[in-house]
Each structure stands twice: as structure tokens, then as C-alpha cells.
């Protein structure tokens, strides 16, 4: 759901996305990538970029969460950040 600021107070817009970096965090952290609410913030309004081998790991498992195909994010980040990242295959089910 996306709220618009015309039907809405700054207060309730700004607690959603707040509310939605705040469960982003907490997945990335049961995930092994914790990631601060700043952080997500950041790179979210582009006022940093991830360039750590382990913020381009949280990453790849943003793309998970938010259901977006392998390497989408990180192909839109300049070009000396992908060259530090190696995409994984999604995971699958062995078979039985």
C-alpha cells in the first residue's frame, strides 16, 4: 500500500515508511545482513550507496525480500560497486 501525502499527515507518512525500514531491517538481520534503519534510510534517499562486500550481501537479500530478480538492485549501482559483487542462484529445493 502507498500512502499519498495529500491524504495523510507528514506524522502517519513518515511512521509507515518507518515502520516498513524498521521490518526491513529486522528480515535482514534473521538473514545474517544486519542493516540499521539509517542505513536503509540512506541508501534509500541516495545519500550513501552500499560498497561493502557485506552491505552488497544485504543487498541480495533486499532483492529477495522485496521479490525482485537476481542482481536488479545491484545492476542499478555504479559500476565500481558491481564489480565487487557475485551473484548467487536463487536457492531451490533439492530433490527428493
Do not use: N
Amino acid at each position: 500500500m502507498t500512502l499519498r501525502s495529500t491524504e495523510f499527515t507528514f506524522a502517519e507518512v513518515l511512521s509507515q515508511a518507518v515502520g516498513e525500514l524498521d521490518r526491513l531491517s529486522t528480515r535482514l538481520s534473521q538473514l545474517g545482513t544486519p542493516t540499521s534503519i539509517a542505513t536503509l534510510s540512506y541508501w534509500q534517499t541516495g545519500r550513501s550507496l552500499p560498497t561493502r562486500a557485506r552491505s552488497l550481501k544485504a543487498i541480495e537479500h533486499l532483492e529477495r525480500i522485496l521479490g525482485v530478480p537476481t542482481g536488479h538492485l545491484v545492476r542499478s549501482l555504479p559500476g565500481d560497486q558491481m564489480s565487487r559483487w557475485t551473484p548467487r542462484p536463487q536457492w531451490t529445493a533439492a530433490p527428493t
